[in-house]
């Protein structure tokens, strides 16, 4: 069995109209991502028309989730309009959901525009579609764009957070993201609660560099409640190799990240269905 990792082709999808906006990484979930969303300022969601909500300050809850962490030095990323933001460290990108073609029929999320500024956590609801090796689709080989194999057309869905995204203040939406330079932190913490939050084989923490992804596997599982998660427990490509300790870690490539996101992995048995929230988003400092 394999599972789905995702990287980025952003589009801008909000109730029905489609925008595309600039991009600094692709998905890979066994292939690209077939469908994304966001909007700088504001959100959306890939292909549908999400729950109205928006994003407010972000938690300042310190780090917690295992023994030691409540020690941890921290710093929020404050959620505002759809803007992640910190200046002491010069956080500033969006807030956004993403999810394949199949999986986006099913996903409603907080983060549609208008986003008002009294949410203070990213939401996303519905159900991972099956990998669906016997599909049309799967047997032809006839992938949905930029996908290039089966786990790639229906690799799942995730919240996302670009880290360094300058304003496009001519289009009135975020610009390319830019990477961003994380040497002084050792990772970060952050909440997940809701209805239906994903086993610990079917949801991810995950941080790119340009054409790289690191995830959780092994060492760190994401959990209801707070997690910590640190840069050397994010192996690359965690679903290849997730127990080769010769595999790079993402202390490796701090110094140029573009974002973070919460994957909601698929797989070829059993849809994944999910309802879950992300927030108190915090890097931790090292």
């Not at 999320?109 to 996303?124: F, G, H, K, M, Q």
Request: net charge negative; hydrophobic share 40%.
């Amino acid at each position: 069995m394999n599972s789905g990792v995702s990287r980025c082709l952003l589009a801008s999808i909000v109730t029905g109209a489609v925008a595309l906006v600039g991009c600094g990484s692709v998905h890979r979930s066994g292939g690209p991502a077939a469908v994304d969303a966001g909007t700088a300022g504001a959100a959306g969601i890939a292909g549908i028309a999400g729950t109205a909500g928006a994003a407010g300050t972000a938690g300042t809850a310190g780090a917690a989730g295992e023994a030691g962490a409540d020690t941890d030095e921290s710093l929020p990323l404050s959620f505002t309009g759809g803007v992640v933001s910190n200046i002491e460290l010069d956080v500033q990108g969006i807030v956004f959901a993403e999810a394949d073609s199949h999986t986006a029929e099913s996903m409603t999320s907080n983060l549609t525009v208008p986003i008002e500024a009294s949410v203070v956590d990213a939401c996303i609801k519905g159900t991972a579609a099956k990998v669906d090796k016997f599909s049309d689709i799967c047997k032809i080989m006839m992938f949905t764009s930029p996908a290039t194999d089966c786990f790639g057309e229906y690799w799942g869905a995730d919240i996302a957070i670009y880290l360094n995204q300058p304003s496009d203040t001519d289009a009135g939406a975020g610009g390319e993201p830019l990477p961003f330079d994380a040497s002084t932190l050792k990772g970060f913490s952050f909440e997940i609660t809701g209805g239906a939050v994903p086993a610990r084989s079917a949801l991810r923490f995950q941080v790119e560099a340009e054409g790289r992804l690191f995830c959780s596997s092994g060492s760190v599982k994401i959990d209801p409640g707070t997690n910590r998660v640190l840069f050397e427990q994010l192996p690359e490509d965690c679903f290849r190799y997730p127990h080769d300790p010769a595999t790079p870690t993402a202390e490796t490539v701090k110094s140029e990240l573009l974002k973070i996101s919460w994957h909601v992995v698929t797989n070829d048995n059993a849809a994944v269905p999910f309802d879950f929230c992300v927030s108190n988003v915090r890097a931790l400092l090292r």
